[in-house]
């Protein structure tokens, strides 16, 4: 099993708002990733946790602030966010926690609207 | 600066031909190198990968090809079918501390009946 959850599917704020993106894995994998894609582009990397420690952050803003409650969790906060935020965001993980090349895989991805 | 890029941006191709979708990388360093599809609305779903010391994998109707010398790198899919329209990206692994991928700027194959 290759699955890496994500909820929710869509979402709609205001820039006013706080709101959280989840996702899930249970492949015993020690890496998880966030990533932003725009319309007709490539992924980007926005934040890597190893072993359940921040080990990349892309300059992101601080607006989008991550969290990884445990090794099979990782959550993305989302405060006072602008319409140039709205984006799918993507969760990835793998297996072996950053110290050697593997496959990354990837969720269905958030939808995120910013008004 | 470096960059994963790909010929061309859309590729169509009738039902039933093989396809071939290319990408150039710049980086000499890098070892490992991924195919990805991403259908409309979904996330990028693995499809191959082929490290450096490898020149040809091959899966379920997919080849990749990688050629060092040049820095280039091949997805090939035979008898290709509806179900393959999708948006196609390679994505390299420079290695080193991290497991940081970088993507291609993806090829999108379209699929005529």
């Known amino acids: 099993d290759t699955e890496v959850t994500q909820t929710p599917k869509h979402l709609v704020m205001g820039m006013t708002n706080k709101k959280s993106l989840k996702c899930e894995q249970h492949?015993?994998?020690?890496?998880m990733y966030w990533y932003k894609q725009k319309a007709k582009k490539p992924p980007e990397l926005m934040f890597v946790?190893?072993?359940?420690?921040?080990?990349i952050n892309e300059s992101v803003p601080s607006r989008f602030s991550p969290e990884c409650p445990n090794s099979s969790l990782l959550n993305l906060h989302l405060h006072a966010l602008q319409p140039e935020d709205s984006a799918l965001y993507l969760c990835?993980?793998?297996?072996?926690?950053?110290?050697?090349?593997?496959?990354?895989?990837f969720g269905p991805g958030t939808r995120l609207t910013v008004l | 600066g470096e960059s994963v890029g790909l010929h061309l941006p859309t590729l169509s191709v009738q039902e039933g031909d093989n396809s071939i979708i290319n990408c150039a990388y710049s980086?000499?360093?890098?070892?490992?190198f991924i195919w990805y599809k991403q259908e409309s609305g979904k996330g990028p779903q693995f499809i191959i990968d082929?490290?450096?010391?490898?020149d040809k994998r091959q899966g379920q109707r997919v080849t990749v090809l990688l050629n060092k010398t040049v820095k280039h790198l091949s997805l090939q899919i035979a008898a290709t079918q509806p179900g393959d329209s999708a948006v196609y990206f390679c994505?390299?692994?420079?290695?080193?501390?991290?497991?940081?991928?970088?993507f291609g700027t993806g090829t999108l194959l379209a699929v005529q009946p």
């Open positions: 990835a993980s793998s297996l072996a926690g950053g110290r050697f090349t593997d496959t990354q895989y």
């Open positions: 492949m015993g994998h020690r890496a």
């Open positions: 946790y190893s072993y359940e420690k921040l080990s």
């Open positions: 980086n000499s360093a890098s070892d490992y």
């Open positions: 082929i490290r450096s010391n490898m």
């Open positions: 994505a390299e692994n420079r290695g080193g501390a991290t497991n940081k991928l970088i």
